[in-house]
């Protein structure tokens, strides 16, 4: 059964940065994409970015772009989410999320995902 543990969230000032991790376990990734998506309050989950575990290949939001970075750990069976220049609008519960197949064009899609961890709170001060 495949788990997905969040951690790293936090309150900081806008500009600062924040790194959240997700811990994977339960099975063996290496065909799995790995996905991290954000819901504030009132709104719908949406997509921030998302890697390939086997060769890397990475994903943004344009939101995201040139901010944030997803990676991952194959030694460790994690991949983080840097948060860089964080703006009071990126505040959210983000949750990281895992799919068996690989499906273009349908990577940012909330449900494309098949699990997902239990979320962390990201509060970004103005």
């Known amino acids: 059964q495949v788990q997905l543990v969040e951690s790293g969230g936090g309150l900081v000032q806008a500009g600062g940065s924040l790194r959240l991790s997700c811990a994977a376990s339960?099975?063996?990734?290496?065909?799995?994409?790995m996905g991290w998506f954000r819901q504030a309050p009132g709104k719908e989950r949406e997509f921030v970015a998302c890697?390939?575990?086997?060769?890397?290949?990475?994903y943004y939001a344009d939101s995201s772009k040139g901010r944030f970075t997803i990676s991952r750990d194959n030694a460790k069976n994690t991949v983080d989410l840097q948060m860089n220049s964080l703006k009071a609008e990126d505040t959210a519960v983000y949750y990281c999320?895992?799919?068996?197949?690989?499906?273009?064009?349908?990577?940012?899609?909330?449900?494309?995902?098949?699990?997902w961890g239990q979320g962390t709170q990201v509060t970004v001060s103005s």
């Open positions: 890697i390939r575990w086997s060769g890397g290949t990475t």
């Open positions: 999320a895992a799919v068996d197949f690989d499906i273009p064009g349908a990577l940012t899609k909330a449900g494309t995902y098949d699990y």
């Open positions: 339960g099975r063996t990734f290496t065909s799995y994409v």
